[in-house]
């Protein structure tokens, strides 16, 4: 298996968001709900990213019970550059992370993600996580929404 690029957007040019809510695809992520990350923390916006690795990792960080999921979505609205990523960690965004005070509506779901193992990363220092230390992939390679491995809407048959 190969190691991906934390840094790389995903070639279909899509959208991810990672959890561990159970969502069915037409749903409407929307701001003002309490986070998945920060124990009463609501949240003013809902993020994503363009990388399959940092909607995965997103999906196994989160709080709850279960799998993680990772979505894809398609915003509603202006999304913005992520300053908690960009303007902290990584300037001039690298990482693909935006969010944004509008719905984003799940349009499908990847099936096929793996996530880090168990023990093969933590946080540190700068420059973090590394592509070293994931182990994601998907066979999402054909750019064509009705190629893409999840499970489409009709619209996009």
């Not at 995903?10 to 990350?37: C, V």
């Not at 609501?42 to 363009?50: A, D, G, L, Q, R």
């Not at 182990?135 to 009705?146: G, L, W």
């Amino acid at each position: 298996m190969t190691m991906p690029n934390f840094f790389e957007a995903h070639e279909s040019g899509a959208y991810f968001h990672g959890t561990k809510a159970d969502l069915a695809i037409g749903d409407l992520l929307t701001p003002g709900h309490l986070s998945n990350y920060e124990e009463g923390r609501v949240m003013n916006h809902i993020y994503v990213t363009k990388t399959l690795v940092g909607a995965g990792l997103a999906a196994m960080m989160a709080k709850g019970e279960g799998r993680g999921h990772v979505y894809i979505v398609e915003p509603e609205g202006t999304l913005e550059d992520d300053p908690n990523v960009t303007d902290k960690k990584f300037p001039g965004n690298p990482t693909h992370s935006y969010r944004s005070r509008e719905p984003v509506r799940i349009v499908g779901e990847v099936l096929d993600w793996e996530g880090p193992r168990p023990n093969s990363w933590k946080p540190s220092g700068p420059g973090w996580p590394t592509s070293s230390a994931r182990e994601t992939r998907s066979s999402m390679t054909d750019r064509r929404p009705e190629a893409m491995p999840y499970a489409a809407p009709s619209a996009l048959r």
